[in-house]
């Protein structure tokens, strides 16, 4: 079922769930942690787990998950020396 999950699908998956993990334990552990520490006036949590969480963490796997294959293609491609022709 999973032999032909690349490499790169696990990493990322261990950036998100590591990065959830983390906080979810930060959060548990230091009393009172999400709301007292603040930054421009909102709770951190919301921060770092609303924007960096759900937007700019998804966008870097994502385009991780784009642009490693893409990578592993031409590097694979300049070894057989197979190139694109224009027809």
Do not use: H
């Given at each position: 079922m999973f032999?032909?999950?690349?490499?790169?699908f696990w990493i990322s998956l261990a950036i998100l769930y590591g990065y959830a993990l983390i906080f979810m334990l930060i959060e548990m552990n230091i009393p009172a942690a999400p709301y007292t520490l603040?930054?421009?006036?909102?709770?951190?949590?919301?921060?770092?787990?609303n924007f960096f969480g759900c937007l700019?963490?998804?966008?870097?796997?994502a385009?991780?998950?784009y642009w490693?294959?893409?990578?592993?293609?031409?590097?694979?491609e300049a070894s057989?020396?197979?190139?694109?022709?224009?027809?």
């Open positions: 032999k032909g999950l690349r490499p790169i603040k930054i421009g006036g909102a709770p951190a949590s919301f921060l770092y787990g700019v963490l998804n966008l870097i796997v385009f991780l998950l490693v294959p893409e990578q592993e293609e031409k590097k694979a057989k020396g197979v190139t694109k022709s224009a027809s």
